[in-house]
Structures are given as structure tokens and as C-alpha cells.
């Protein structure tokens, strides 16, 4: 017999319950959720648990979204979702899966029944729709015995790091991307551009606070941060977020983050001054230097994300294939998205 509850708090279940579900399973563990509890500007977290006499055997991390991430589609649909918000399930600011489901006797009876109570809530909530996003691995014929439609969404982008150095690495690359790293190396310098470690402070608080809302403007991203960003981040994360700043000619100009969470590190949290940097090799040196710091860390992988996906290959990424699953409250409407989906699929990404 299994019962469900629904939390609006990570708070309300023990981190050594929720952690022991969430396996190794990257950046999905109760801190990490704190974490986007703590940093999230109007977030509206809801997460599933299904219990089996008692046990918890499934769960899924979602939230009440009112934007789309694609923006003609927000441009056209918006205005419905700032009146009835969707349920995404996603686990927030990294690109892992939101459904958790353990190693018991059946975990494809537990995964049936996850999916039944995401798309029953959604309904409860009036949710015109529901998304579950960021599943590795798709089995169409399994989804849509449950009502969901399978969509194809970008790729993450990722670098396994097998390097025991910075100069190992760029010995392994291509001769082509070797020289491309090493060419715009040479033109950050010549830029005044240093990238270095800094320890997150009030008093820089604002300036970054302010480079990464530009960057996200910039790019019509969905998440939006409070305040003081870094500083909770570090508060949360303590030596596990390591913040990588930009300095052009003294000032700060630009920053990035790597969080890690036992040996993988996810590269998040870019900000850029735009008319510090514009036309300028700041971006390209923020990465260089999450490579580098990644490799001295001894981190078994980086993940970079999604976007930008022609400067990240320069620095030999590998791309890992993703989809999603959609239903909406009306069963017919899914159905029909159906004739459509291939519209909604990203582009297709070369992997050299």
C-alpha cells in the first residue's frame, strides 16, 4: 500500500532519509535542495514522496513555474501561466533528473506510481500542464503507457576529467583545439583579463549579484536569484563552491562558480559586466580556468550545461542526449501535442 504527501519544504523530511533515496544521484541531495530553497527568487518548490508501509521508495522534486524556458512559446502561453502555473520536475540549477526512485524489489512498480501521482497533483493543482525534464536515458514505449509524451530537450554538455594536470589536458586535445585554447589564452592577457579564486564577501555581493542577473536577463533564463547569491551559496555549500572571479585591468568584471558534490562539479552562476567585457576574451578565460581548477580538484567530471555549445567544444566536451515528458491536464491535449513534438525538439548537435 503505498501513501503520498507533499512537501512545499525540503525541511520537512531528514536528510538521511531523502539522501539515502537519492542514491548518487548528483547535486539531488537534501542540501542541494536547501540550497535552491535559500537562493531562488519566487520559488515555489513541491516535492512528492511516495512512502511503502512507511518507507520511502520514490519522490519528485518539482516546482509551480510560471515562465516557459523557450521564449516564443512563453510569449505566446505566459499569460495563462502567470494565472496557472505549470509543475516542473527538475531538480533546480543543475541539469539531474527530479525522479527519485530507490533500489527495492520493484522500482518499476515505484516509478509507475510516481508518474501517476505527478500527473494526479498537476491536476489537483489545475496545473494546465505538467513537465518532467532532464531524463537521461528515454523509453517512449514506457512513458506513454502513462499518459506522458516524450519531447526532445538540449543536451548537457560534459567533461570527463582523466588528467592528472592543466597541461595533460591540453596535450590530449586535438592540435586545432590545443592552439584555439592557447590563442585566446594569450589575447585574455593581452586584455588586462585575470581569472582567480575569490572568497564570496558582502562587499562584492552586490557587483556579483548584479553580473549574474545581466547574464540571465541577457538570455531570458526562467531562474532568478535573491541577494547576497554567493554569500548564502557559501554559507550552504562551505569548500564545495569554489567562486572564480574575472578582473580586467584590476576591476571585476566578470565571475563563475563550481559546485561540487562528491566527485562532480557543475559550472554554474555566470556573470559578466557587458560593457567591461563585450568583444573580449572574458568569457572564454572564466571557462578555461573552471577546466583548470576542475582538474587540480581531483573531480571525477564537469558538467558545463546546455547552452553555449560551440565555445564549450573547444574545450572537448562530450554531449549527453536528454529528453522530457509532457502531460497535460487533458489527456486529448497530450494527444494532440503528440502531432506536433517534433517542433518542439532542439536542434541536432554535431559531437566534434
Known sequence: MHTVDVLTSIEGVSPGEWDSLRGELPFAGHRWLHLAETVLADHRPRYLLVRRQGRLVAAAVGALEHRLQNPRLDAR?????????????AVPMTASPGLLVGDGPDPRAELDVLLREIRDFARRERSPFCVVDHLPAPDPAHAEQRGYLRLGWLPDTRLDLTWPSFDDYLADLPSKRRREIRRTQRRAEREGIVVRPLIPTAEDGPALDRMVADVTRRHGAVRHYGPDLFVKAA????????????????????????????????????????ERTAGTAAYHALLTACVRNAISSGARTLRFGAAAYETKKQFGVSLEPRSRLFAARSRAVTSLMGLFSRRFDPPDLPAG
Open 77 to 89: 502561453f505566459g499569460r495563462l501561466l502567470r494565472r496557472s502555473p505549470f509543475l516542473h520536475v
Open 235 to 274: 554559507t550552504v555549500l562551505g569548500a564545495d563552491l569554489t567562486l572564480l572571479a574575472a578582473h580586467r585591468d584590476g576591476t571585476l568584471v566578470g565571475c563563475i562558480a563550481l559546485l561540487r558534490d562528491d566527485d562532480d562539479l557543475a559550472v554554474r552562476w555566470i556573470g559578466r559586466d557587458y
